[in-house]
């Protein structure tokens, strides 16, 4: 394997490795909004907190999830 090949290849594993990164941080962070915002409104809060807290585990299973290694 060519020592431009490799170079592409470790290139594109840290692409997506702050990929996943950013997603799982707008995930989290939403998630945390989404806990706070469900005390606040009028109706649907279970639904809101439910979907905060999945938003939050999906968060913290991103990065473990694109770990291959």
Not at 23 to 32: E, K, N, P, R
Not at 34 to 47: I, M, R
Request: glycine content about 10%.
């Amino acid at each position: 394997m060519s020592s431009q090949t490799t170079q592409r290849n470790e290139a594109t594993e840290r692409a997506g490795a702050v990929a996943r990164f950013l997603v799982a941080m707008v995930l989290f962070v939403g998630g945390m909004v989404a806990f706070g915002w469900a005390f606040t409104v009028e109706s649907n809060h279970a639904l809101i907190f439910s979907a905060g807290l999945l938003m939050v585990t999906l968060g913290c299973f991103v990065p473990m999830a694109g770990r291959d290694r």
